[in-house]
């Protein structure tokens, strides 16, 4: 006991709250916004935000705030993945013996500048995305062409109608912008646009959509200020004003959440979640996941001679103990899917990963090595962002890959680098292994399964066989015509992925976000977006 009658436990545990209360002060600095009942805080990592324009947005914390500002033809509720909703098209049907869809567009729809959002910024935005050529234009390949039929009627017509499109439509990547705006902020939805397009930089910080509310103030690494849009065409948003505070550290996020400084805390550890069971000012919200963390492994003989041979890869594999890992770093809260499509989608489950998935086991991993010729390990680069994801961080996901491929005589060399380089690295085929993410673009296997074999595939340097006899297996489960053809093909697939042993699959998260109980509505979604900030509401 000290002289106040504290223990020294007790001691240092207020020393502890109280340095921590200051280094949050430290941390945050002074806010860009008055604490009131009509302002929402959210604190969330959104270290990899590297852009709010709609044709080229293409990471894991952008959407939820592409989906409060801008909106979609169509849409699907929290948890219903397979049923459309009419959001800014009243209706749909196919046309041209299914060549085609046809949407009839609501005529009480303004933008944020008084705009009426017409057939035209239907036609404007599409084409815009596809001609950007950025990583978004991929999920517009199936887009043949856009023609405006009158004011409030457009027709898509698809480059293969036996390909999916219209599942993809719920996705940010096809949100509605207001062509008049954002041409005259230099954006344009000619062929060589992503040449002479200039309206990033405005609409990086601005927002020209017909959602709930608007984009006012972008400050990267630091917070997102969305204001209410009063002129929005369904009933008001709840709050006035909502800021998504920069807090990377989750300990950071957990101590705001308790003083009442932010409303919902994003990125907690499984053990602070638990923590928290017992806080009556606290709600612990639960949700399926579609995203998965996973590791890239290189074929680029370049990159790392050792990772070019597949057998080298599949020892890699079946050296990971993924129950360990999801334990550990996920407390329990994870599953784990065959290979690159989520459990819940194209066939994947829990038990066809017991069947044909890898699993942690060190002497088939050894036996591998010998059969690369490499008896005696190897050593390869791993690179990072250094980040949270998943209630967890990039950081001790690499330290347990590192602990679990020492155990075989296999030295991974952790690189961490900042969250945006390290996606451009990736993405720029430049990084022989990287620990990322995959959120969905919209609930259908396809957009999956396509992107291993295209996009992902030239980032990893995949390129000879069999890659062609993959990709003819997910264009046949695209085509399928029932779900249980689509399965099979879509089984092959994964079944060819596991032995290429690119792509290693380590967890795929259940959502678990923590709100104070001043507020209510908080849905969360695995479409793509996490959560529609429209429906949170004061409680």
Do not use: C
């Amino acid at each position: 006991m000290n002289r106040f009658g504290l223990s020294r436990r007790a001691s240092l545990k207020l020393a502890g709250t109280t340095l921590g209360a200051l280094l949050v002060e430290a941390k945050l600095g002074k806010l860009a916004y008055a604490k009131s009942a009509d302002t929402l805080v959210i604190g969330m990592d959104i270290s990899d935000t590297n852009s709010f324009d709609p044709g080229h947005q293409f990471v894991y914390s952008a959407p939820i705030t592409m989906h409060a500002t801008y909106e979609t033809l169509v849409t699907m509720a929290p948890g219903q993945y397979t049923t459309l909703l009419p959001l800014l098209a009243e209706s749909w049907e196919l046309a041209d013996d299914g060549g085609a869809l046809v949407f009839h567009l609501r005529k009480d729809v303004k933008f944020t500048s008084g705009n009426e959002m017409t057939a035209t910024d239907v036609q404007f935005s599409f084409d815009r995305l596809r001609n950007l050529k950025d990583n978004p234009a991929e999920l517009a390949s199936n887009i043949a062409s856009v023609a405006v039929i009158d004011p409030h009627t457009v027709k898509i017509v698809m480059v293969d109608k036996s390909q999916p499109l219209l599942n993809l439509l719920v996705g940010p990547t096809f949100v509605i912008s207001d062509s008049k705006v954002v041409q005259a902020h230099g954006g344009t939805s000619a062929a060589d646009a992503d040449k002479t397009d200039t309206a990033n930089k405005w609409l990086d910080h601005q927002s020209a959509g017909t959602g709930p509310y608007i984009l006012s103030q972008w400050e990267p690494n630091a917070q997102i200020v969305l204001d209410r849009n009063e002129g929005y065409w369904r009933e008001k948003a709840p709050f006035k004003r909502i800021v998504i505070q920069h807090i990377p550290e989750s300990a950071t996020q957990l101590l705001t959440l308790e003083r009442g400084d932010i409303e919902a805390a994003m990125n907690l550890t499984s053990a602070q979640l638990d923590g928290l069971k017992d806080n009556k000012d606290v709600n612990l919200i639960e949700g399926t996941s579609l995203d998965f963390v996973y590791m890239t492994l290189t074929s680029g003989k370049e990159l790392s001679p050792e990772l070019s041979i597949k057998e080298a890869r599949q020892a890699i594999a079946y050296a990971i103990d993924y129950d360990g890992m999801i334990q550990g770093l996920e407390g329990g809260y994870a599953t784990r899917p065959p290979s690159f499509i989520p459990n819940g989608l194209g066939g994947a489950t829990a038990e066809l990963t017991k069947e044909i998935g890898y699993r942690h086991d060190p002497d088939k991993a050894k036996s591998l090595l010998a059969k690369a010729g490499l008896e005696k390990g190897f050593s390869f680069d791993l690179y990072y962002g250094d980040a949270s994801v998943a209630g967890t961080t990039y950081q001790l996901v690499a330290q347990k890959l590192q602990s679990d491929l020492a155990a075989v005589n296999i030295t991974a060399n952790l690189h961490p680098l900042d969250q945006s380089a390290a996606r451009s690295k990736f993405r720029a085929a430049e990084l022989p292994s990287f620990i990322t993410f995959w959120n969905p673009d919209g609930p259908e296997a396809w957009t999956w399964a396509s992107a291993t074999v295209q996009r992902v595939a030239k980032r990893v340097r995949w390129t000879g066989a069999p890659l062609p006899e993959v990709t003819e297996l997910v264009n046949k489960a695209g085509a399928a015509h029932s779900p249980e053809e689509q399965d099979r093909y879509y089984r092959q697939y994964m079944e060819a992925l596991i032995d290429q042993a690119n792509y290693i699959v380590l967890f795929q998260p259940i959502y678990r976000v923590a709100t104070r109980t001043s507020i209510k509505g908080w849905k969360l979604t695995a479409a793509g977006w996490q959560v529609d900030l429209y429906d949170v509401k004061p409680a």
